[in-house]
């Protein structure tokens, strides 16, 4: 079975903090993909990054880096000097091999950036 | 390139109606994904749709059907709506192939009355 979870359901900072969005996943495939999306209040969700299981080199675009772990099955994101336009909802999700295109998604995380 | 598509961005229906949902993928995707949101469950995969054919299929009641066509856009059909129906249905289309991220639309919000 698969599972995603996120355990920081709400959080809040000033503009330009640093924040770690946290995100641990399940599964018993040995070939994965880790994802993360944006859902701002419009309703669609941006895709982000993937990351395959075979990968663990961290990745840095911009403002976003992203931080992957196997030996804690964590796919960690952090947003470096934060800005009002990040605010959103943001999901952590889980593809198996052996379960095609399905993506299992965490709760998600609300981020809100205060000015 | 043009994103996904999906019409209608809004419906309103009453319980026991039937709704069908609209989706073009992004141009060269033939893989098509649909999944529901709602606030109690969060997001869950409804099914998948490649060359014609159903590949993947997620816990959902058989209300929830859908179809694909030879250009890859696709519906989904609900019949016989209940209340829990309401929520965002968002489709979300992949390149097979190549990598394999999915791209979602802006999604229909369904409100059951």
């Known amino acids: 079975a698969q599972k995603v979870t996120q355990a920081q359901t709400e959080i809040s900072v000033v503009e330009k903090e640093d924040v770690t969005l946290d995100c641990v996943y399940e599964t018993r495939d040995t070939t994965y993909y880790l994802f993360w999306y944006k859902q701002p209040p419009s309703g669609e969700l941006v895709f982000l990054i993937r990351r395959n299981s075979f990968d663990e080199q961290n990745e840095i675009s911009g403002r976003y880096s992203w931080n992957f772990q196997k030996s804690t099955s964590s796919f960690n994101f952090t947003i470096t000097a934060s800005q009002v336009v990040d605010s959103a909802v943001y999901f952590c999700?889980?593809?198996?091999?052996?379960?095609?295109?399905?993506?299992?998604f965490g709760e998600g995380t609300q981020l809100t950036v205060n000015p | 390139k043009a994103g996904v598509t999906q019409t209608p961005r809004y419906l309103i229906k009453t319980r026991g109606q039937q709704v069908t949902l609209s989706c073009s993928p992004i141009s060269g995707h033939r893989s098509v994904s649909w999944y529901q949101q709602t606030p109690g469950q969060g997001l869950q995969f409804l099914f998948e749709y490649f060359s014609e054919t159903q590949r993947n299929k997620g816990n959902f009641p058989g209300r929830f059907s859908g179809r694909q066509f030879s250009n890859s856009r696709s519906e989904m059909n609900v019949s016989t709506l209940e209340l829990g129906d309401s929520a965002l249905y968002l489709c979300?289309?992949?390149?097979?192939?190549?990598?394999?991220?999915?791209?979602f639309g802006p999604g229909t919000r369904l409100t059951v009355l």
């Open positions: 979300a289309s992949r390149l097979v192939g190549g990598p394999n991220e999915q791209f």
């Open positions: 999700a889980l593809m198996q091999e052996t379960s095609g295109s399905r993506l299992t």
